[in-house]
């Protein structure tokens, strides 16, 4: 009984103020989370939009895609269906992560409503070197995605980035981050599209 | 009301002490970590600084209010305590309301847990002076870090960019024939080490003509 009483007095600040702030902070997580939750679909949709212009909605399908990133690695990918105003499949879109020269890089990928040829890419979040690495975001690269067939990337270090085929060339001075890019869309790209054809969503004549 | 030295604090001394004086990032070498990682630009930068006074402002008021409480043994726990709720509340805040902001500064919100000058307050401070003086020294050592974050982002933001809160104030080398060569490294962790040791450099030449 002492014992107890001992560690009440002691403590009794520390709990009190762990339970108030405790509170404060539920509280206001509760008042702000939809907000955030909206502000990260918005971000997506800003992304994707860019990347199907026509889109008016975009769906998130309800059947569930798992992407095997290897060594034992799996991760859920939410695919989303671009909708145009009609409501009309107009491409798919979804996000994708993989390792960059100094952090995570999140991508925004989009394919076409065949799933035969790639929209693009977008960056939805990076720390790559500026200067360097973060011409990722660059149109010189990117547009070398805009219209690719969806087949594994390879990635050159020269070579010509106005045609338009499953040749990369890397960014100078950004050799990593230009392999993150193109392995990440690689370990995706394939994967989901394998995985939206066995359930039927493409393909098939659909 | 007296300091460790026996001298009477005044709220313009105290305020002047964070400002210059005890300047955290010049004076005192705290918090180098987000110094060196958020002042690649000014907006960064100037966030960070006003989550780092909301963060100070809070943990002295609540650390002032409570100092009589306080057990010796658990003092610090309890400020990091403190500190930890109102880091979460200022990280929740830029997530729902500056969502580019917040994600642009990265881990380096959460990190203000461990920033050394917010401890460093509520220890030398807000545990042994009252409201008034308590609030004057977060403010003081807020805006003096801010501040010195700003000078610090925007000389690396104009050398590395040739902008300023992102608007162009030089003209770049390129097809509109400017003849400002953005000078890339600036904007690299070697751009932040650099600018803050000439700073550095700068302050102590300053102090040490003033003592002459």
């Known amino acids: ?206 | 009301m007296a300091n460790n030295d026996g001298k009477t604090l005044s709220p313009g001394n105290v305020l002047l002490a964070g400002l210059w004086r005890e300047n955290p990032v010049l004076r005192l070498l705290l918090g180098m970590c987000p110094t060196l990682a958020v002042t690649a630009a000014v907006k960064p930068a100037l966030t960070m600084g006003c989550s780092v006074i909301f963060v100070l402002l809070c943990s002295n008021i609540v650390v002032s209010l409570m100092r009589n409480l306080l057990k010796p043994h658990l003092r610090i726990l309890m400020f990091t305590l403190t500190i930890a709720t109102f880091v979460t509340i200022a990280d929740l805040f830029l997530k729902a309301f500056q969502p580019d902001m917040s994600e642009a500064l990265g881990p380096y919100i959460p990190l203000i847990i461990v920033n050394c000058i917010i401890i460093c307050r509520a220890e030398a401070c807000a545990s042994k002076n009252g409201l008034f003086i308590s609030m004057i020294d977060a403010f003081g050592m807020g805006v003096g870090f801010t501040l010195t974050l700003c000078v610090l982002a925007s000389i690396r933001e104009v050398l590395a960019t040739g902008m300023i809160f992102e608007r162009p104030v030089l003209p770049v080398a390129g097809d509109s024939g400017g003849w400002f060569v953005p000078w890339a490294a600036m904007g690299m962790p070697i751009g932040a080490f650099v600018t803050l040791g000439l700073l550095l450099a700068g302050v102590n030449l300053i102090t040490r003509r003033g003592k002459g």
């Open chain 1, 1 to 206: 009984m002492d014992k107890i009483r001992f560690f009440l007095q002691q403590s009794w600040l520390l709990i009190s103020a762990s339970l108030v702030f405790g509170v404060l902070l539920a509280a206001l997580n509760a008042q702000w989370e939809p907000r955030i939750k909206a502000n990260e679909i918005a971000k997506f949709n800003r992304r994707a939009l860019a990347l199907v212009p026509e889109a008016s909605t975009f769906e998130t399908i309800d059947s569930e895609i798992i992407v095997d990133l290897g060594k034992g690695q799996k991760t859920h990918v939410e695919v989303k269906k671009a909708l145009d105003a009609g409501g009309e499949l107009i491409g798919w879109a979804f996000a994708v992560e993989g390792s960059g020269f100094a952090d995570k890089i999140r991508l925004v990928l989009a394919a076409d409503a065949k799933f035969e040829k790639l929209r693009g890419y977008d960056v939805l979040f990076s720390n790559e070197t500026p200067g360097f690495g973060d011409k990722i975001k660059n149109d010189f690269f990117k547009n070398q995605f805009h219209g690719a067939p969806v087949k594994a990337y390879i990635l050159n270090k020269i070579g010509d980035a106005k045609t338009i085929d499953d040749q990369i060339v890397a960014i100078s001075g950004a050799t990593v981050s230009s392999e993150a890019v193109v392995k990440t869309i690689n370990t995706f790209l394939r994967q989901v599209q394998e995985a939206l054809r066995k359930q039927g969503q493409i393909g098939n004549g659909q």
